[in-house]
């Protein structure tokens, strides 16, 4: 059990991270430890399942740059291995007065980040595009597209495994004892050697980060995002994707309509404070999770902060009338007895002292190891790119 480079996490980063390894360097001695029992049971198999395109971010970004290579990549990718995807486009629309410099905020990063095809559509545009949909402006995005990124992480595990990688499931770091050679991890599997690591440990990254008895410059803080599904005989309200103007406080989007590559349509995520890491549930707790979370001086300053919104989060969460109201300033035929509860997905939100929630992807390199700190969305979309830079570093 000696290798040159150990990846902990099989989500689709860490994944990526070692099948670009591998393209870099043919027979390089890499492995994948998760410790469930199969790859991408997290955030990558609970997510929206969204190429996205790269309007949202900070022009110069890590995330603007990535996710607007990333799409174009994950698209080639989907293709070469006939993996389904749909380039179904979506329109992001302002409902009120209030929304509309968010929305031309919007088109200004858009152009800069190079997303392709963006436009301003005239409302007679958008009802021909969403004919259930209404606003005061819309902005039509023709390159985002669906896909399924479960799908996505079990090709590339099946291309690290014809490469010579190997993918150690059931197999949980918990312990990192670094050498002068060599770093030791102690796994429910034994330990083992290897020259280099790279922490890819999603909802758990901090942990492996103090680990290896370094300063936790950030904590992981879970939000959760619950799911609608709009039953079978209503989905003719959204024919594809229907987004509202975020809020720019947050790296979050907003309730909206995705249409599932699956088939289907779903209706969230909203973002409510978990009460444990991997917590699907809403009465999911973990003494230990929430107990981390109230000790940190940034969680109180976020609180201080934002608590209004959170308040709202929380209503919505437990009000399926309040979440109704939320997306029927988008549709507003949907009614409450069109939805039905479709699941949760749990986002690995990097949280500083300060109370700032970080915006951007945050790579960290130290001694012999990389953090992959922050990967929030869109870096399912933007997985290969990511890999490639964090393979570079190494
Ligand atoms: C609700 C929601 C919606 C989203 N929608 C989109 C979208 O539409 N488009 C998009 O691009 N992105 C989206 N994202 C973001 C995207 O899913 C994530 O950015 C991406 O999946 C992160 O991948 P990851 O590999 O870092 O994390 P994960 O998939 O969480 O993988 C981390 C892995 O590390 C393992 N692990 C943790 N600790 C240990 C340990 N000690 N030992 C061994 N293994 C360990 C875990 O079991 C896990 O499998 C969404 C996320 C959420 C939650």
Known sequence: MEFELVIVGGGIVGLATALQSLRRKPGLRVAVLEKE??????????????????????????????????????????????????????????????????????????????????????????????????????????????VDYSKVAAKYAELIQQSGGQLMTSCEVRGIVKGNSDIVLETTRGAIKSSRVINCAGLHSDRILKLTGEARPYQIVPF???????????????????????????????VHFTRRISGGIEAGPNAVLALKREGYKKTDFSLRDTAETAAYPGFWRMTAKYWRSGVGEYYRSLSKAAFTRALQKLVPEIQS?????????????????????????????????????????????ASLVIGEQIAEMV
Do not use: W
């Open 37 to 146: 029992p199969v790859f991408a049971r997290h955030q990558t198999g609970h997510n929206s399942g969204v190429i996205h395109s790269g309007l949202y971010y900070k022009p110069g970004s890590l995330k603007a740059r990535n996710c607007v290579a990333g799409a174009a990549r994950m698209v080639e990718f989907c293709r070469e291995h006939s993996i389904p995807f749909d380039i179904c486009g979506k329109v992001v629309v302002s409902t009120d007065e209030s929304e509309r410099a968010g929305l031309d905020e919007l088109m200004r990063r858009g152009t800069a980040n190079g997303v392709p095809g963006l436009r301003m559509i005239r409302i007679e545009e958008l009802k021909e595009l969403e004919p259930h949909c209404t606003g005061i402006a819309a902005m039509q995005v023709p390159g985002t597209g669906i």
């Open 224 to 254: 959760r995002g619950e799911y609608y599904e709009i039953v079978p005989e209503r989905r003719k309200l959204v024919r594809s994707l229907i987004y509202p103007v975020a809020d720019p406080r947050f790296p979050f989007l907003g």
């Open 337 to 381: 007895s069109d939805l039905e509860p479709a699941g949760a997905g749990v986002r690995a939100q990097a949280l500083d002292r300060s109370g700032k929630l970080l915006d951007d992807f945050v790579i960290v390199r130290s001694d012999r190891i990389i953090h992959v700190c922050n990967v929030p969305s869109p870096a399912a979309t």
